[in-house]
């Protein structure tokens, strides 16, 4: 409609400016992730409500949701901002992962025309219920809303039961054209409601309780793509569930793929015996298909997928991940082919690319990735990218992030990184340090986020939060005797240091700890008499530390800084490098005796220190 077509700016021309500088100082609040107070005002009910609110773009009120919910600012009180349905129209809303309760989101969201909902993995005591039941309270929604996304809720239809609210079903969104429910409660009662939705075409349902796909029938004309991954409790021959599938006759994608890592009761029998009957049979068994995934099916013979090959030529998608024959040579000879699988760096990539939001998958993808860039002569960033999308789609699953940190090493390792986009390396390193702050104990994975950190260039050239990870390492390094990582993680730490903001540096500086840590480095070289990059980096690091921060220098005095400086300075044979940073602490402790309060007697010996490090005895 008209309405929901974007004003131009020059309608009216004496808001125009205005409008323009809301909009950046809107944007510019979300991305410092700083609060919004003084760009709103609060209600009655503690919900937000902006100041001034220009008539948006209707894109760019969806825009402003998803950047919210992307920054994790988004909640009870922050959505508050869209109960504004005139300035502020959503049309195609996502609230996806935020924290909501069932009465924000009915007071918020339900009263806008939606054509479609984001609501997956939303916290805070939403449930699947209650997201049909609001939607289904608004006209506009009941008959408008086309695709839903409500993966990883619980439906809990039970739950409205008790508070004496009416049950609706999902047949209540007549205009639903798309439903995503994997990962859901969703039952075999709740698929036949589903079933009656008049013009339903794509509808997933992996992961769940499911057991009869009979019900499917019910939308033959209209199903286009069934996504069925993991169906774990389903229970029908094959004979009943080819039946099924033989009248989809408009289904076009069918994902029937499953998990080969599950430790569950089913062996997945029935399942492998439906996948070989469809790939040996007749081309008029779902005559439209052009997409097929089979993903971690184990009994994938090469046979049966050359046969359904070369009987299907308008085929454009095969799954084959952990099939074991993803590398038959009827899949290869197609040149038009997309296939995930294992064979190459294309099929890799292309289940990476596909298989973001599966566990499984992702972990199967990144170890064959690893094997394929262990020499990786080329920067490959789109590569780099798929990989990230991972670890941040997985951001607590240890088997993504072993793999994922020991890959993101192998594609910016020597020269590579130097020809990655900066931004891209900058959100690289972020998922690293999310890696080392989420499994601090294991040490693989604090081995390759630091092997991957230990670059010049990232480190010089590279934005991230420098400050987390110079602590980071540091907290690392207080459990590693490793000689090699013990140099690689002090030459980090020694640079981060340098790069921190005078706050951030006086913040450290003030943490006994690290001075500690980075002290122990220096008593340990100086112990065994050797002089090395790892003793002058140590050192580097604590004169960056103490540069013009009182509280570091007492603290370096007080953890015995100065005798063991004095130590170090007797080796007969010290490099000029050594003498440079060690002399630039002491100069700093000498001139200024009132703020650390040293005794002639200390301050003497400092300044004799330092007499010879500039006269060295021949």
């Not at 990539?349 to 860039?373: D, I, M, P, S, W």
Request: with cysteine; hydrophobic share 40%.
């Amino acid at each position: 409609t008209l309405e929901d077509q974007p004003r131009d700016f020059n309608e009216n021309r004496g808001t125009g400016f205005f409008f323009c500088l809301f909009v950046c100082l809107f944007f510019s609040y979300l991305n410092r992730k700083t609060s919004l107070d003084a760009l709103c005002s609060v209600r009655a009910d503690g919900s937000m409500s902006l100041i001034w609110a220009p008539l948006f773009p209707q894109e760019m009120a969806d825009q402003l949701l998803l950047k919210m919910a992307e920054k994790g600012i988004l909640n009870d009180t922050s959505i508050g901002i869209f109960q504004n349905c005139k300035e502020l129209r959503l049309r195609r809303a996502s609230i996806r992962g935020c924290p909501l309760s069932a009465e924000a989101f009915h007071t918020t969201i339900c009263p806008h025309r939606l054509l479609e909902l984001d609501a997956s993995r939303v916290s805070g005591g939403l449930t699947g219920a209650d997201v049909v039941s609001g939607l289904s309270s608004s006209p506009e929604c009941r008959s408008g809303l086309q695709r839903l996304s409500l993966s990883g809720l619980q439906l809990d239809w039970e739950s409205l039961e008790e508070e004496g609210v009416a049950r609706v079903g999902f047949s209540s969104l007549q205009g639903l054209r798309a439903l995503n429910l994997s990962n859901t409660d969703t039952s075999d009662a709740v698929l036949e409601d589903i079933c009656n939705l008049p013009h339903l075409e794509t509808l997933d349902i992996s992961c769940t309780p499911v057991s009869q796909l009979t019900a499917l029938t019910g939308c033959r004309n209209t199903l286009r793509a069934l996504v069925a991954h993991r169906l774990r409790q389903l229970d029908m021959p094959p004979a009943s569930l080819l039946f099924v599938f033989s009248h989809l006759n408009a289904l076009r994608h069918l994902d029937f793929s499953d998990d080969h890592f599950a430790e569950d009761d089913g062996d997945g029998r029935d399942g492998d015996e439906v996948v070989r009957q469809l790939l040996e049979g007749s081309p008029q068994l779902l005559p439209s298909l052009v997409s097929l995934d089979l993903s971690g099916r184990k009994r994938v013979s090469e046979d049966a997928i050359r046969a359904f090959v070369e009987s299907r030529k308008s085929l454009i998608f095969m799954g084959l991940l952990a099939t074991g024959v993803s590398a038959c040579d009827a899949v290869s000879s197609q040149k038009n082919l997309k296939v995930t699988g294992e064979a190459n760096e294309d099929q890799v990539c292309e289940a990476l690319g596909r298989y973001g939001e599966r566990e499984c998958f992702v972990r199967e993808a990144l170890v064959h990735l690893y094997n394929l860039t262990t020499d990786a002569g080329q920067p490959q960033p789109d590569m780099l990218k798929l990989v990230v999308s991972g670890m941040r789609s997985h951001a607590t699953s240890l088997h993504v992030h072993l793999v994922a940190t020991a890959c993101v090493f192998n594609l910016t390792t020597q020269d590579l990184a130097e020809a990655m986009p900066v931004r891209l390396l900058s959100s690289t390193v972020t998922q690293l340090l999310h890696a080392m702050k989420t499994f601090p104990r294991h040490q693989q994975v604090q081995k390759n986020c630091l092997l991957a950190l230990c670059s010049d260039y990232i480190l010089q050239d590279v934005p991230f939060d420098k400050y987390l990870a110079a602590t980071l390492v540091i907290n690392w390094l207080s459990s590693h005797e490793d000689p090699t990582l013990q140099r690689m993680a002090v030459a980090v730490i020694s640079i981060l240091v340098a790069k921190l903001s005078t706050e951030e540096t006086a913040k450290l500086s003030k943490d006994v700890f690290i001075m500690k840590q980075l002290l122990a480095i220096v008593q340990q070289k100086a112990m065994v008499g050797v002089v090395d990059s790892t003793l002058k980096f140590a050192l580097s690091a604590l004169w960056n530390l103490t540069d013009e921060m009182p509280a570091a220098a007492r603290n370096f005095i007080q953890c015995q800084g100065l005798e063991l400086y004095e130590e170090v300075l007797e080796d007969p044979q010290l490099e000029v490098g050594v003498r440079y940073f060690a002399g630039g602490i002491l100069a700093q402790i000498a001139s200024r005796p009132e703020v650390w309060m040293l005794d002639e007697e200390l301050r003497g010996a400092v300044l004799q220190q330092l007499v010879c490090i500039l006269d060295p005895p021949s």
